[in-house]
Nanobody, 125 residues
Framework: QLQLVESGGGSVQAGESLTLSCTAS????????MGWFRQAPGKEREELAC?????????YVFPSVKGRFTISRDNTKNIVYLQMRSLVPEDTAIYYC?????????????????WGQGTQVTVSS
């Protein structure tokens, strides 16, 4: 049974950094592109970053967070990370990781199909 469990969320001050982790199980993690997404109250889900499956693993960070967020994966541990820096209150949201069934680095497409339960990130000013 495919399972994705996010961790690392919490409450931080503006300007601080936070790293989220997503631990995967129940499927061949190395075969799947992975992505991070978020959803703020009253807003649609937003794509943040995607990382390819096979080495060399390409990454794509969406423009809204480019330069502040970095995605990476460790296939030996079945974990995908999201490093976030210079956080602002607008980054407050529930953050989800997903196994991605379609990832196109050139076109910036990252479509998640299997989702974790999410982890809350709250940034205060």
């Amino acid at each position: 049974q495919l399972q994705l469990v996010e961790s690392g969320g919490g409450s931080v001050q503006a300007g601080e950094s936070l790293t989220l982790s997503c631990t995967a199980s129940g499927f061949v993690f190395a075969d799947w592109p992975m992505g991070w997404f978020r959803q703020a109250p009253g807003k649609e889900r937003e794509e943040l970053a995607c990382v390819g499956a096979s080495p060399p693993t390409s990454t794509y960070v969406f423009p809204s967070v480019k330069g502040r967020f970095t995605i990476s994966r460790d296939n030996t541990k079945n974990i995908v990370y999201l490093q976030m820096r210079s956080l602002v209150p607008e980054d407050t949201a529930i953050y989800y990781c997903a196994a991605v069934d379609y990832y196109n680095h050139a076109d910036g497409v990252c479509d998640g199909s299997y989702w974790g339960q999410g982890t809350q990130v709250t940034v205060s000013s």
